[in-house]
């Protein structure tokens, strides 16, 4: 009974925490470029009694043995980047990438962070930057722009007030061999680790990026039914993890009463 209330706590510990991450898809289920992450679970060591294979007696074998499990842990948290819906927003700096990528963002201490955020602006320089400032980088300026186009591939073109078309540059995308092993700083940021791999920077739609399209704005990928019903799932774990140190604790009451 002992174990049982240890084995059952373990339970109750992943659960929770398997709630708390239920609770972040929901909170950022209408944030731009968000991500839904995924809890992996792992049982814990075993108790083994007897080994399957061993012998019980001259020439006989034990055929399965026992083994009882200490619990459960969580293994890891991982990023699903599956496409998220796109919403249509008409501005003409809201971008999203369709498929793989990420836009680069420099960050004030220099180093890059990456996001499938594109709801752009333009700041008093005429410098491309994100909501919180933070300049896009290949750096893009534009002034004096009448009309502002951006092509699948990255390409931004402007027409001025004389009518004239001109290219001011192109926006590049990063792609990684793992991008569930990037670093998430919050701000819908992420950063490069050893566990990503190194950026693969390319154009829109080369070396397995996707396209960029203007005017519109990547939603979460959230799916409400289903982060509910991982929410009643929780619960429902918890609940029966919970009888379980209920019932060890009653059996261990009766073997009290019986010394």
Same mark, same amino acid.
Not at 105 to 130: H, M
Not at 184 to 199: C, D, H, K, Q, V
């Given at each position: 009974?002992?174990?049982?209330?240890?084995?059952?706590?373990?339970?109750?510990?992943?659960?929770?925490?398997?709630?708390?991450?239920?609770?972040?898809?929901?909170?950022?289920?209408?944030?731009?470029?968000?991500?839904?992450?995924?809890?992996?679970?792992?049982?814990?060591?075993?108790?083994?009694?007897?080994?399957?294979?061993?012998?019980?007696?001259?020439?006989?074998?034990?055929?399965?043995?026992?083994?009882?499990?200490?619990?459960?842990?969580?293994?890891?948290?991982?990023?699903?980047?599956?496409?998220?819906? @796109? @919403?249509?927003?008409?501005?003409?700096?809201?971008?999203?990438?369709?498929?793989?990528?990420?836009?680069?963002?420099?960050?004030?201490?220099?180093?890059?962070?990456?996001?499938?955020?594109?709801?752009?602006?333009?700041?008093?320089?005429?410098?491309?930057?994100?909501?919180?400032?933070?300049?896009?980088?290949?750096?893009?300026?534009?002034?004096?722009?009448?009309?502002?186009?951006?092509?699948?591939?990255?390409?931004?073109?402007?027409?001025?007030?004389?009518?004239?078309?001109?290219?001011?540059? @192109?926006?590049?995308?990063?792609?990684?061999?793992?991008?569930?092993?990037?670093?998430?700083?919050?701000?819908?940021?992420?950063?490069?680790?050893?566990?990503?791999?190194?950026?693969?920077?390319?154009?829109?739609?080369?070396?397995?990026?996707?396209?960029?399209?203007?005017?519109?704005?990547?939603?979460?990928?959230?799916?409400?039914?289903?982060?509910?019903?991982?929410?009643?799932?929780?619960?429902?774990?918890?609940?029966?993890?919970?009888?379980?140190?209920?019932?060890?604790?009653?059996?261990?009451?009766?073997?009290?009463?019986?010394?």
């Amino acid at each position: 009974m002992i174990r049982a209330l240890y084995t059952a706590a373990t339970g109750m510990k992943a659960q929770q925490l398997f709630l708390d991450n239920v609770s972040n898809n929901l909170a950022n289920i209408n944030t731009t470029g968000f991500k839904r992450s995924q809890v992996n679970f792992q049982d814990l060591l075993y108790d083994k009694k007897y080994i399957a294979g061993s012998e019980s007696a001259q020439g006989f074998e034990i055929p399965s043995g026992i083994q009882l499990g200490g619990g459960v842990r969580p293994i890891s948290t991982t990023k699903v980047f599956s496409q998220g819906n @796109q @919403q249509t927003t008409n501005r003409s700096l809201d971008l999203a990438i369709e498929g793989n990528g990420f836009f680069q963002i420099n960050r004030p201490d220099g180093t890059i962070a990456y996001t499938r955020d594109g709801a752009f602006e333009l700041n008093s320089k005429g410098e491309v930057v994100t909501a919180e400032g933070l300049p896009l980088t290949p750096s893009i300026t534009i002034q004096n722009a009448k009309e502002i186009s951006i092509g699948t591939d990255g390409t931004v073109s402007i027409k001025g007030s004389d009518g004239a078309i001109q290219n001011v540059g @192109q926006i590049m995308l990063a792609n990684f061999p793992n991008p569930a092993g990037l670093d998430s700083l919050g701000r819908n940021m992420y950063a490069e680790t050893i566990a990503s791999g190194s950026p693969i920077v390319s154009a829109a739609g080369g070396q397995g990026t996707g396209e960029i399209f203007q005017g519109t704005l990547e939603n979460s990928n959230v799916e409400t039914v289903t982060e509910l019903v991982n929410l009643i799932t929780a619960q429902r774990a918890y609940e029966i993890n919970s009888r379980a140190i209920k019932a060890s604790d009653e059996m261990l009451s009766t073997i009290n009463n019986l010394t």
